[in-house]
């Protein structure tokens, strides 16, 4: 692992590029141990067409070249063609509790407000209550009773609103917001 002072490089990539691949094998084995089961074929469930420009994106956070988190989104149609869904959010094992997590979030949702969406929408399982945790503390509003045994709903929905008119600036894909303790991410060609 590098220095926390070391910038983080956010790239775009093909959902079946190479660099993407040991983020979802370990993605896969996560949620295999976590639900029972090969969860590797879900994760092929979508094709990844539905990840690639103009309505997705797959974008990793490399750590000195090497990939540390990721996440994607496509277009989500239900409701409303303006909604991304996010999926494949992901931190490495051996680079959580950095707030890796949140960076991808703020990067993904800059991404897919720059190209239009108004609204971001993605489930989570109930077996990850570190993720319900993130969503909660970004600013997610949950569609679902957070009273509730999280087993006895199934998979948990959040929806977020992009609201770019409440922001003070212009939102830039180079620009970390203020609350996040990274250096400003450099974004290279898509793959």
């Given at each position: ?23 979802m ?56 063609p ?65 009273a ?44």
């Open positions: 692992m590098t220095s926390a002072a070391a910038p983080l490089t956010v790239v775009r990539v093909a959902a079946d590029d190479p660099l993407a691949r040991p983020l094998r370990e993605l896969g084995d996560e949620y295999s141990r976590r639900y029972g089961g090969d969860a590797h074929a879900e994760l092929l469930r979508y094709p990844a067409a539905e990840f690639a420009a103009p309505g997705g994106v797959l974008l990793l956070l490399l750590d000195a070249g090497e990939p540390v988190a990721g996440g994607a989104f496509r277009r989500h149609e239900t409701p409303s303006r909604t991304a869904e996010l999926k494949r959010i992901w931190t490495h094992s051996a680079h959580r509790r950095r707030g890796l997590a949140r960076r991808v979030l703020a990067e993904l949702e800059r991404e897919a407000e720059r190209r239009g969406y108004r609204r971001v929408y993605l489930t989570t399982g109930p077996r990850q209550p570190e993720a319900r945790g993130l969503y909660l503390a970004t600013g997610y509003t949950p569609l679902f009773d957070t509730a045994d999280p087993e006895s709903i199934g998979p948990l929905p959040f929806e977020k609103h992009l609201a770019p008119e409440q922001r003070t600036a212009t939102p830039h894909l180079n620009h970390t917001p203020p609350q996040l303790t990274y250096p400003p991410a450099h974004f290279e060609t898509e793959a």
